[in-house]
Structures are given as C-alpha cells and as structure tokens.
C-alpha cells in the first residue's frame, strides 16, 4: 500500500481510536497525552479562573487609594507563614548571578549560612561510610565505557560544570543533615537559614524517559537557584539510579504520598494560580495611590537600566511562601508565567517548589533574562543534556551490571555498533498498521547512509547454495595428485584471509516488538555477505505491552543505556525512550520517516539535544516584564528553535505542534535552521 495511503487510513483509523482501557498496559505516551487532553478538557476552567482574577484585581485596583492592601487584612493559608516582624521585599532583586564564578559563590555562601545553624563537616571515615552504604560502579565507569568507541568522538568533558556541581553537593549534604524527618520538618514549617528546596516529582504512568528528561530539567533550575532538590520514592528513580550527591540522599521517604501529592493537598501546597495573584497584588495594591492607577508605570518602573529586578514598583508589605506549586493539575510542565524575571524574583521567597512534570523544559532556563548568561557561561557548547545525565543520573549496579555484560559480550570488539529503537505508540494497533513501512525505512535508512552493506536480494537466493548437487570426485591418481595440491594451495589462501578480520558490526535494537530482528537477522545473519562484513543482531526483550514499575524501569534504563553506547543511532521521533539514549550518548541521531508527504526514509536530527515536546507556549507570558512579554523565545534567543518537522506530533498529541530544541554550539554554526527533510 502506498504509504500516502497507508498514513491517511491511519489518521482516519486513529481519530477514532478510543483510549485504553484501565486494566490494558499505559502506552509510554499517554501520560503526555493525557496531560494534553486534560487540558482541553480544563480550558472552561482556566477562563473562569481567569475571569474571577480579572474580577479581583479589579477590586484590588478600586480599594487600593481608600484601604490598606487586602493581603494585610486576609486570614494567612496553610502554605504561606508570615513573619513575626512584617518584612518588605527588598525594592530590588539580588542579582541573579551572571557567571559560573557568581554561581559558585552563591552557593558557598547559601552553604556557609545553612552551616552556622550547625552543620557538620564530612570527614573522610564519612565517606568512606557513605560510599559503603551506597555502592555505585558507573559513578567511576561510565565515562570510560563511552570512551571505548571506535567510530564516534566522545564528548568533552566540562569542567565548570563539574565545579558548579561539587559545591552543589556540599550544599545538599548540609541541608539534608539538618533535616531530621523530612515530613515532620515539612508539615510543621520548619526552616533551616539558606536553606530552600525543590520537590521533583513526575507524572502517573509514565516512562523512565519522560521521568529522567523532566528531572534533569528541575535540578538544572535547582542549581541555578540554589535549591535543595528531593525526589519522591514513587517516582522509582531512587531505586534505579544511584544516590548523586555525596554524603547526602535525594530520597523523600516511600510513606510520603500525601506530602507529595500536591494536588491532593492544596492546604499544604499553595496553588500556581494563588502565587500569580500575589505577584499581580504586589504591583497592583499599593500604598501609594497615584502608583497605583496605572500598572503600566508601574511595570515601566520594575527595572533600572542595570537590569536588575525589582520584586515590585514600590516596597511592599508581603507575606513570604512555605510552598508553591509549580505547574496546575492538567498540565505537565511548569506554567507560562514561571520563565518569567518577575515571577522567579518572587520565587525566591518560596521555601518549597512542588514539580510534578513529564517533560524535558530546560531550553526555556536559556530565555529566562537573568538565567541566560550564567547558563551559557556554564554550558557555552550547550550539550547540557550529556552533561547531566552522565553527571547525576548514574545507573544503580543492578541497571550497570546488566550493561557491562552487554558491551562485552557484543559491544566490545565491534568496529561499529549501531543502535536502532523503535516504539508504536498505540501498541499493537500501530504495529500492525505501521511496522513493514517503519521496517523498510529502517532498512533503507541503514543503507543508504552505509552503516550496514546493501544485500537485498530475492528470497529464494537464500537457499540456492542447498539446491547445488555436489559434483562427483574425480578417480586416479592424478586426480588425487591434483586435489592434495589444490588442498595445500586453499589452506594457505585461508590462513592468509584468517588473518585478515572481517568488519564487525554490532546492532542492537530496543523495541518492544521482534518483527525488525528477524527480518535483519535474515538478511545479515543467516547468509554468508560477500562484502566481507559481519553483522550480529541483538536484542534482549520483545514484551509486547509496556508496563511499569522498578523493575522495568531497571531494564528499560539497560536498554537506554546499550542505545547510547552505540557509534549511530536511528530513533523513532516523539519517542523519549530513544530521546534519553541520544542525551546519553551525545549523538545526533537519525529519525525514521513515515510522514506521508515526503518520500525520505530519515531524517538527521539537528542536535544531541532532545525535542521540548508539546511546550504550553513558545512565546514570553510575562505581564510585568513588557521588554519580553508576547514574543517568541526563538526571536530572542536565537539557538533556541523549533523541533525537527519529523517530530511534529501527528499521532501522539496531534493538536500539539512542534516542539522547542535547543542547538548546541556546533549544530547553530553548521545548520540553517530549515528542518527541511
């Protein structure tokens, strides 16, 4: 069938394709889905909302020349404490800072404040404790393993980040220490001096890829504003990676999910909504009633030519936050208003940020104003993903173990090894639909750009060589005279070509399905190639259905783990299965193209950096920053764009466009931009 054909029958199939049902396995993609879908389904609700902040500002704005500010009369919420002696914020924002020797010095001096409150020092028998008690092989292999490949250079390793990162832990360890319990330090709003912290929970239901990439994301933020970041036991991260900082634990304790779901305890955590109010309160009620008519001047007002913040256009009494949410309950990422100056300037007086997030969103950090210079100070090659993966995200050794065995059994004496994933994202419906298409781009993909020789043939060449009758030996003694000199001769023709190794190419393919194996296995393996190469197949799982839990994870990470390892990678778009390899491995992968408009079989991927799938926005949302506010972070921030066109997503959220990619370095100075296919 034509694949024009092919693709329309699917969309017309797919439109109607109702969503699994609960006791059916979750496809990998439906939390992001369902995220998407939630929010249509929710846009009644956030115009009411809106609607009711439009209503209550406008009060705000009419009682602000005859009142006091309403948030010095309202009851104060659970989430929020309020000082003993009313504090107002300072008139301007400490800057962010600039460069990786700011940074670093604003960690050490958060350290040194948290440690006058009694902090211990990490002796040495500490750690050899710790290290003990947390056993972690990769933390010393992984770098070597990716060194040992033969057709690929390796990424560079940075070491300003690898300083950044060893104050940070010193940071961590001094917070933790101090905590006791973490939930009855949280519920009774305790607080240790420079001490502030991010919860980074993930999604239900979804995958090792959209929780590592989304992760990833929020300890990036978490170090740029020099926050403690916790991870929550029901994630399954801490049973599959390793504990990332030393003499200190990322865990939040496995019985806190009433702690962790934020949702579920509004009174706990403040809403996104109720922080945003109180931002717009700040610059909207204000004493001064001739500052307060006009919000323009106001905003006009929030910056200097320094460009340095001001938390609002005048001193304000306001109530610090104990804790706040990041992102609503439909959406899976944080919220517009969130990469914001404004908005972060007033985060900085949130003790506690939940994230409860399945996407990776760390290109919008570089568009946010006051983090940019720092962050392109510290990542100036942009491979950030590589770099924090490899830096904090380290396989526990049962996940390790399994890799080892992997690469040494068939990665090791490879000449080249080749990493193929492929994901039908409704399971066997897609399969069945879509897998000889999918297969035969592979194939040609592979071909046409040489990573495995050209052997098409028709089937039945296969086994020409069992029809060849066997001709009869000839008798006398010249025959035998004859046949021990050619003996003597083929013998030492076949010492000189045992001397002289074939080519060695190893595949391995990830997918949860072995219809590609064996169709490789038949063209490459069971056949002799006259091309002198030799191609062995592997794959370790073909299950059919995704499920969840640690133990999958554990060997769905291996498996992400052996793609990365590989010289090339062929992927399949959308998929963070593959997205998470490409970040591991620092490669810039070829994607299969089954679009039906265009004729190609891949499609090479712009950058080792992964696609920000279904962002919320792509432009600036920020009502109290007007030099930004409504235009596009690509306009802006020019190594910021838009996704490949192959990864427009046209099955897995089909309303959602293109994402946002951040180029590195070297993909901004060699590329157009064009996406063209």
């Known amino acids: 069938m034509p694949r024009a054909r092919l693709m329309s029958k699917f969309h017309h199939q797919?439109?109607?394709?109702?969503?699994?049902?609960?006791?059916?396995?979750?496809?990998?993609?439906?939390?992001?889905?369902?995220?998407?879908?939630?929010?249509?389904?929710?846009?009644?609700?956030?115009?009411?909302?809106?609607?009711?902040?439009?209503i209550g500002l406008l009060i705000i704005l009419h009682s602000a020349g005859r009142t006091a500010s309403p948030l010095g009369k309202r009851a104060p919420e659970p989430w929020e404490i309020e000082d003993s002696v009313k504090k107002p914020y300072p008139l301007k924002l400490e800057q962010f800072p600039a460069t990786v020797e700011a940074l670093i010095d604003a960690i050490r001096a958060t350290t040194w404040k948290a440690s006058a409150n009694g902090g211990k020092n990490f002796s040495a028998s500490m750690r050899r404790e710790w290290h003990l008690k947390n056993p972690c092989q990769s933390r010393r292999q992984m770098g070597a393993l990716y060194s040992l490949r033969k057709d690929t250079r390796d990424l560079v390793e940075n070491p300003k980040w690898?300083?950044?990162?060893?104050?940070?832990?010193?940071?961590?360890?001094?917070?933790?220490?101090?905590?006791?319990?973490?939930?009855?330090?949280?519920?009774h709003r305790k607080s240790i001096p420079g001490c502030k912290f991010v919860v980074a929970d993930t999604e239900r239901g979804?995958?090792?890829?959209?929780?590592?990439?989304?992760?990833?994301s929020i300890f990036v933020y978490a170090v740029l504003t020099q926050r403690v970041m916790l991870v929550p036991f029901s994630t399954t991260i801490p049973g599959v990676m390793c504990e990332p900082f030393e003499g200190s634990s990322w865990v939040i304790d496995p019985e806190l999910r009433n702690f962790t779901l934020a949702r579920e305890n509004p009174k706990l955590w403040g809403s996104v909504s109720k922080f945003y109010q109180n931002v717009d309160e700040c610059f909207m009620s204000n004493d001064d009633t001739a500052a307060a008519a006009s919000s323009h001047a106001a905003v006009e007002d929030s910056h200097d030519s320094t460009g340095a913040t001001y938390y609002c256009g005048s001193p304000k009494r306001v109530k610090s936050i104990y804790a706040s949410r990041?992102?609503?309950?439909?959406?899976?990422?944080?919220?517009?208003?969130?990469?914001?100056?404004?908005?972060?300037?007033?985060y900085t007086g949130v003790s506690w940020i939940y994230f409860r997030e399945a996407l990776y969103?760390?290109?919008?950090?570089?568009?946010?104003?006051?983090?940019?210079?720092?962050?392109?100070?510290?990542?100036?090659?942009?491979?950030?993903?590589?770099?924090?993966?490899?830096?904090?995200?380290?396989?526990?050794?049962?996940?390790?173990?399994?890799v080892r065995q992997v690469h040494d059994a068939h990665f090791?004496?490879?000449?080249?090894r080749v990493g193929i994933q492929v994901r039908y994202f409704h399971?066997?419906?897609?399969?069945?639909?879509?897998?000889?298409?999918?297969?035969?781009?592979?194939?040609?993909?592979?071909?046409?750009?040489?990573?495995?020789?050209?052997?098409?043939?028709?089937?039945?060449?296969?086994?020409?060589?069992e029809v060849v009758e066997e001709e009869e030996a000839p008798h006398g003694s010249s025959a035998s005279a004859?046949?021990?000199?050619?003996?003597?001769?083929?013998?030492?023709?076949?010492?000189?070509?045992?001397?002289?190794?074939?080519?060695?190419?190893?595949?391995?393919?990830?997918?949860?399905?072995?219809?590609?194996?064996?169709?490789?296995?038949?063209?490459?393996?069971?056949?002799?190639?006259?091309t002198g190469d030799a191609i062995g197949i592997v794959q370790l799982t073909s299950e059919r259905d995704q499920f969840f839990g640690i133990e999958v994870d554990r060997q769905a990470l291996t498996e992400i783990l052996c793609l990365s390892l590989s010289d090339h990678l062929i992927l399949t778009p959308q998929s963070t299965f593959g997205a998470l390899a490409q970040g591991y491995g620092a490669l810039k992968p070829w994607f299969t193209d089954i679009r039906p408009e265009t004729s190609s079989v891949c499609v090479r991927g712009q950058t080792p950096e992964t696609c920000y799938q279904i962002p919320n926005t792509k432009k600036f949302s920020c009502p109290h920053d007007l030099q930004v506010h409504g235009k596009l972070m690509s306009d802006l921030v020019p190594y910021i764009t838009d996704c490949n066109l192959v990864e427009e997503p046209f099955v897995k959220v089909r309303a959602g466009g293109l994402g946002l990619q951040l180029l590195t370095s070297q993909d901004e100075s060699s590329s157009d931009n064009s996406n063209k296919p």
Request: aromatic fraction near 8%; hydrophobic fraction near 40%; glycine fraction near 2%.
């Open 482 to 530: 004859d046949l021990s000199s050619s003996y003597n001769k083929t013998s030492s023709d076949s010492l000189k070509l045992l001397q002289q190794p074939l080519k060695v190419t190893t595949v391995f393919i990830a997918s949860l399905y072995h219809s590609l194996n064996d169709k490789l296995t038949k063209l490459y393996v069971r056949r002799a190639l006259e």
């Open 14 to 54: 797919a439109s109607h394709t109702k969503l699994e049902s609960m006791n059916q396995p979750w496809s990998s993609s439906s939390s992001m889905r369902n995220c998407f879908l939630l929010g249509m389904a929710n846009k009644h609700k956030a115009l009411v909302v809106a609607l009711v902040t439009t």
């Open 206 to 216: 979804t995958g090792i890829g959209n929780k590592l990439l989304s992760i990833v």
């Open 326 to 346: 990041a992102s609503e309950d439909w959406d899976c990422q944080p919220q517009p208003r969130f990469f914001c100056d404004t908005e972060q300037a007033h």
């Open 361 to 402: 969103f760390l290109p919008k950090l570089f568009a946010v104003p006051s983090f940019r210079p720092v962050m392109e100070d510290l990542f100036p090659d942009r491979y950030v993903l590589p770099h924090v993966l490899r830096s904090i995200m380290l396989p526990s050794d049962a996940v390790w173990g399994r």
């Open 412 to 416: 090791r004496h490879a000449d080249t």
């Open 427 to 465: 399971g066997l419906y897609d399969f069945n639909l879509l897998h000889e298409a999918t297969e035969k781009n592979i194939h040609g993909c592979l071909v046409e750009h040489k990573l495995l020789p050209d052997v098409l043939v028709p089937d039945h060449n296969l086994h020409q060589e």
């Open 162 to 187: 690898i300083r950044v990162l060893k104050e940070y832990e010193i940071l961590h360890r001094t917070c933790v220490a101090q905590m006791g319990s973490v939930t009855d330090f949280f519920l």
